[in-house]
């Protein structure tokens, strides 16, 4: 015992001994408490043990083998030291280091613990009556008592004192528990009942004399289930513990849900004479087991009912995006032929007209139709952004390429608002889809001038290990903090609430979002209001060796010709061959107009010699940039050309040894087309 006196824990040792408590055998009077403690108080393990010298010895157990454990390992050796007659620790890994290693016999995992010391009439300690659980817990009032009541009997009993009979202990013991406890003799024929408690009668309505001397296959009720009968049956005749469910009948005519938990009791030969069967009413469980299962089956239904509604409506939705994608990309798509040509006659008008007013009208009709060619471009990216078309071509890319191209698309821009637009060279090397990128650097560029009445864009860059930063910072009104993630949604433009058309329609950071998403680039924003704004991406950088292939946007550098006269146009849309041709004429242009591949090339073979070559993508017998590269082949020096298309997201990669073909996006501004071909002398 933990620090006990020795002479006191002599005289302990030599008292277990003279009750012939060392080493007991199997007792099955004291199954019968351990089975009714256990089950009342709702714990799987439960033993009487003795505390020997070194060990600590189980005279009877349920939910663990007799297995002895040293006894420095042993709670109760800290119980029969305790000042109080109960220990009970609610959680042990909260109390190891106050208990030090403790372990059940078989390893199992403890987590709570409650003994109650058994003593002598005379004051000896004799034991203890445990009750283990796996999980922590605490006892309620009722059970301590009970657990007091049981271990002052316990004693009584390895004192050798008589019990007179079952009766005494159903005064004593069974009085404590609501279950119905029954005892079966197999020493007898049909296996009779020959010991049942109060609270089986109440339980029942039966009194005791009506059930003693009945089958205990009474039990399960009048017609019992099949399962359960030959699991009573095996149980019976193997002598091993069990459980079975049963709908057991009452005296005034309803049946209960119980379940019957036996025991198989050994006498002192080794042989099992009876079971003791502890009876639980599980009535209102199963009620509420049936209650939650209707239930679950009533929700599982309205998930499906609601599954299947919100499956229609995204289907719905889906249809309906899809269409609108599909009729956006067509509207965009058709409308760019008339505005094209719209653009030129325009042109074509501007070189005309000679009063001043006239050219006032001229300029307005243009800068109207540059508001229509940049709204067209929102509409059709976002609409190839939703519908899934865009491809992904990642390839080396020089990022000093997309800077030029920024630098002559925004810097002519960017003055006639008064801002200076300033761009860091760089030497660096990325990998990503040159086209898509672009479009991103595009649209944070022109945001960035269209926001900044005065003041500075700059597009500077930074690295961080294996990755390029880089920043477009302007000096313009800033966004405040809640408006932050709501400007990359679609149709979202601050400042605007009469949706003014020159502003755009708030496309321009919905395209960036989706973009880079789609290229997995972190895409960053710190601004302040009243300060200005900086976005940033991340691109992972290239090493040297990885540089050799380095690829740009298509180029955007003009042609430096300036003899260029004679122009074969290939365009299959006549009203904008027509337009376009005029106003090349118009600036000293010998035009020479195909509609397909093949009068382009009958063209050629009757010997004409072209300065420039300009094509339309879609041809219906090729596309263009296939057809560029074939006629700069077939003549003798490589003429400026100049691709034309409608596809603002498309990456056109032109043919090797091509690669200085220009790209223009329609509707096409013809001075743009002018300052590419270069004016002829």
Known sequence: MVNAPAELEQQRLQRLKQLALLRKPK????????????EYCDVPIAFVSVLEADRQVLLSSLGMDRVDIPREQSLCDFLLSHDEPLLEISDIRKAASQYGEIRAPGNATIQFYAGQVLKAADGHVLGSLVIMDTKPRRLNGPQREALSRLAHTLAAIMERQEIASYSHLDNIILRTISQGVVLIDLQLENAPITYCNSALQVMTGYARAEMLGNSCFDLLGKQPDQASLDELQNALQTGSETKVRAMLPHKDGHTLWTEHSLQ????????????VC???????????????????????????ERTAELKLAQQRADDANHAKSQFLATVSHDLRQPLQS?????????????TDKAQEVVSKMELSLDTVRAMLDALLDVSRLESGQVEIHPEAIALQNLFDRLQVEFEPIAAAKGVALNIQQSAA?????????????DNLVSNAIKFTE????NITHRTHGRMIEVLVSDTGSGIAKPDQERIFGEYVQLGNPERDNKRGLGL??????????MLDIPLGLQSRPGVGSRFSIELPLLSLNETDSAQGAPSAEPYSSAQAQKVLLIEDDAIVAEALAERLRLEGYVVTVADNAQDARYEIELGLMPDVLISDYRLPDQNGMSLLAELRNRLEEKVPAVLLTGDTLKRIVPPSGHEDISTLFKPVAVERLLELIGRPA
Do not use: M, W
């Open 508 to 517: 321009g950071l919905s395209i960036v979002r989706g973009i880079t998403n």
């Open 264 to 275: 198989p009791i050994v006498n002192d030969d080794g042989r099992v004479s009876h079971f």
């Open 342 to 354: 719209l653009g030129i006659y325009l042109s074509v008008l501007g070189k005309l007209v000679e």
């Open 278 to 304: 502890i009876v639980t009413d599980i009535t209102q469980q199963q009620a509420n087991k049936r209650a939650l299962q209707s239930a679950q089956k009533d929700l599982e239904r309205r998930v499906t």
């Open 454 to 457: 005065s003041g500075t864009v």
């Open 429 to 441: 090397t990325v990998r990503s889809d040159a086209a898509l990128l672009q479009r991103v650097l």
């Open 27 to 38: 007792d099955a009077v004291l199954d019968v408490f351990v089975n009714s403690v256990a």
